[in-house]
């Protein structure tokens, strides 16, 4: 393959968390969320992966509509 595909595979999308923008295969947390939210949960087995998902109130839907 000559040509280099800038994004890995993976869907690009905005992290729910941090608002970065990011690449992964699945929509979530963006790497470096998922690392400090393994390392908040401490390894324990908690569905907090679930709660993150809930929207949240505050969060400015401008934010997540602007694309460029
Ligand atoms: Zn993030």
Do not use: W
Request: aromatic share 6%; net charge negative.
């Amino acid at each position: 393959m000559s040509e280099t595909s800038p994004h890995p595979t993976g869907t690009a999308f905005t992290c729910p968390r941090c608002g970065s923008e990011t690449t992964d295969e699945y929509y979530g947390p963006c790497t470096d969320c998922r690392q400090i939210l393994r390392a908040e949960q401490g390894g324990e087995a908690r569905s907090v992966t679930t709660a993150d998902y809930e929207p949240k109130m505050n969060v400015t839907p401008n934010a997540v509509a602007t694309k460029d």
